[in-house]
């Protein structure tokens, strides 16, 4: 964690349970005491796989969801269980751009609409909303006098840069992004990325990318926090986690990767894990991730390790009792 | 290395749908082959035609015309009745897909979806059937598979779905495997999984495998032989190492250009192709890519126009067949 006087973003021990499925069944432990700072301007990824929380801690960060346990702080006041009246004002700086495009704008609007709701709710006249949703449309590379037609007259990448230029209308200062680029066309993939960079820089945006692609994550962030069942095993500068990862997850996910080289896929050395991630409503006890750890010791059983500096003078912090060494 | 005869070999293959707006060719003039032992890739973006492609040979196409020639273990496919292609259809050559929940039956365990498919190829009995069952999840991986054949669908992870599909798949020891985006609905950790786990079986039976998929990083390690698709048609055809190393046709070079990857600076934006694939409904006269080319874009307006209005033939000047007026050779290249 970086410690800035006061950044953007605060989150500390942040948790998420849901109720179990069935009456007496343990509640799920989706977010599991998360911790991480975001600074203004700065990019923090979030990855994991499927299941590790990382969608919920970007919707708790929104208010999307209420924390069951924990604190988001922003902008130094605590917004973890503000009521939807309180946070109005606030929605206007913390905005959110989805995963899947085209469901998550809603196909009878126009654009002008889709983009110009939050100007209104925020109290905008309909004469200027529409002046600056044309305004925002040329800002995302779109072109303004499409702004009377509908999400169904776009593609996939058009429609991801309709929910970027919505989530801008507002002039937010963070943007939780969860998983922008997954669900488009790889040749289409580089241009959002890209848009994305260009917004950061032109509008000192402070981002949280959450992705499974680590390749996608490693181009647009500056810090990573890599995220298992729950918890942050790993955190700190994208260039020390990509090039040493310390933690055996960040290691196997990183080997795990392919990459578009048939010669360099040859000579590697890949972990594989065994098995997939537990379940978050039975968590294994100690370290979760001892059960699929090459290193696992005695200690690991039975004793969750916390995110710590692992190597002094470093900002890079761990949860692993054994790890590697940098 | 090459030298066996190729199990599968398709030439001109056509496949259009009718539909309320015209006739859509969805494929359009393609070849390829796949030799046993081997891996194919077939790379794409959506409408790029290489699940169509892969419908086709299965068979599975009610309702669609398929033209041009598909020959499978010196049989040809197309006009084949229903009934010779059942024969053949899960027998000696399977297909897994990208979502394995929704190819399984929720209401059977997963024993006895595998079991009936040896009982109707084979017509083995009962116990023979669940016997082989029980091993076929053995064998690609699953721990205790006695007690997971009476096991159902839901109860299984997506890595252990997958697996079992591909339990299904070669339980009645096919030839050809055709594997469409069989990794895409998977963690990266599982994906690695499944990979290997094909591998493997491939190098022991001497499978032949068919693997689609819009990723450039599976395709080099998986493949042995690359096709590249886009609206339809071949783009660039070629041996794994050569397509890496020279890759020619402007969307290939496109496609590398504007990959994050792991190894590589960030220092510089990616390069970004413009545009978005094209539709098959209105498709260009001339190069499906031109569009979108920056080497279309940057040509004379004789060379554009070019581009736009004549088709390019896939041929092989720069070493292996390209289907563009303007290939980038090594040398030449951006």
């Known amino acids: 964690m970086t410690t800035t006087p006061q950044p953007l973003l605060r989150v500390r021990d942040l948790a998420m349970s849901f109720p179990g499925r069935r009456a007496r069944s343990a509640p799920v432990r989706a977010v599991d005491g998360v911790s991480f700072d975001v600074a203004a301007g700065e990019t923090l990824g979030l990855v994991g796989e499927s299941g590790c929380g990382k969608s919920t801690t970007g919707r708790m960060i929104v208010r999307l969801l209420e924390p069951t346990a924990g604190s988001v702080t922003y902008d130094g006041r605590d ?153 942050i095993v ?61 290193k696992a010791q005695a200690i690991c059983r039975t004793e969750a390790p916390p995110l710590r500096v692992a190597t002094p003078g470093e900002t890079r912090q761990v949860a692993c009792h054994f790890p590697e060494a940098a | 290395m090459t030298d066996t005869q ?65 020959v499978f273990d010196g049989q040809e496919l197309v006009g084949l009745g229903e009934r010779a292609l059942n024969r053949l259809r899960g027998r000696r050559m399977a297909m897994i897909f990208q979502d394995p929940l929704s190819s399984l039956h929720p209401y059977y365990t997963v024993g006895e979806q595998i079991a009936e498919h040896h009982r109707v190829h084979f017509g083995s009995g009962r116990a023979v059937a669940r016997r082989r069952a029980v091993d076929a999840l053995a064998e690609v991986g699953i721990p205790e598979p006695e007690r997971r054949a009476g096991e159902y669908p839901h109860q299984f992870s997506g890595g252990m779905r997958q697996r079992v599909m591909i339990a299904m ?31 493997r079986l491939q190098e022991e039976r001497g499978l032949a495998v068919i693997m689609i998929t819009h990723d450039l990083g599976v395709v080099a390690r998986v493949a042995h032989e690359v096709l590249v698709m886009y609206g339809g048609r071949a783009a660039e055809q070629a041996a794994v190492d050569d397509l890496f190393a020279r890759p020619s046709h402007p969307y290939t070079r496109g496609l590398l250009d504007s990959l994050p990857r792991l190894d590589d600076s960030d220092d510089e934006p990616l390069r970004a192709i413009p545009g978005s694939p094209p539709s098959l409904l209105t498709p ?35 070493g292996h067949p390209v289907a563009c007026h303007f290939p980038a050779y090594e040398g030449i290249a951006s």
């Open chain 2, 6 to 70: 190729p199990l599968l070999s398709v030439r001109d293959l056509t496949v259009t749908f009718p539909t309320k707006r015209g006739p859509v060719r969805a494929v359009d003039s393609l070849a390829f082959e796949v030799r046993p032992g081997r891996t194919l890739g077939i790379v794409g973006e959506s409408g790029s035609g290489k699940s169509v492609t892969s419908l086709a040979v299965m068979g599975l196409h009610s309702g669609a015309e398929v033209g041009g020639s598909i």
């Open chain 2, 284 to 318: 260009s006269p001339g190069c499906a890519f031109a569009a979108r080319c920056a080497v279309a874009a940057a040509g004379s307006d004789e060379e554009r126009a070019r581009c736009e209005t004549e088709r390019p033939p896939l041929d092989g000047p720069a």
């Open chain 1, 234 to 294: 790993e955190i700190g500068p994208k260039e020390r986690v990509y090039a040493a990862p310390a933690h055996p997850y960040t290691r196997a996910l990183l080997s795990a990767v392919p990459l578009p080289d048939p010669a360099a896929e040859r000579a590697r050395e890949r972990i594989t894990l065994l098995g997939d991630p537990p379940s978050p409503a039975a968590p294994p006890p100690g370290c979760s991730f001892h059960p699929r750890c090459p």
């Open chain 2, 169 to 199: 798949a070669l339980a009645c020891e096919p030839d050809l495997l055709i594997a469409d985006e069989p990794t895409t609905a998977l963690d990266v950790t599982v994906q690695a999984q499944i990979l290997e786990l094909i591998a």
């Open chain 1, 79 to 231: 917004i973890s269980h503000l009521s939807q009246r309180e946070l109005k004002p606030l929605r206007k700086e913390l905005q959110m751009v989805f995963q899947d495009p085209h469901s998550s704008l809603n196909p009878r609007q126009t654009v002008a609409r889709i983009i110009s709701d939050p100007l209104m709710v925020q109290g905008s006249s309909a004469a200027d909303a529409r002046k600056r949703t044309a305004e925002l449309m040329e800002l995302v590379g779109l072109i303004p006098e499409h702004i009377d037609r509908y999400p169904h007259e776009f593609s996939g990448g058009q429609a991801q840069r309709i929910g970027i230029a919505r989530s801008l209308a507002t002039g937010p200062r963070l943007v939780v992004a969860d998983e922008p680029v997954s669900a488009l066309d790889v040749s289409v993939q580089a241009q959002i990325v890209n848009l994305m960079g260009r917004l950061q820089q032109e509008l000192g945006l402070a981002y949280l990318f959450i992705a499974h692609d680590l390749s996608v994550v490693k181009r647009v962030c500056d810090r990573v926090a890599v995220m298992y069942l729950g918890r």
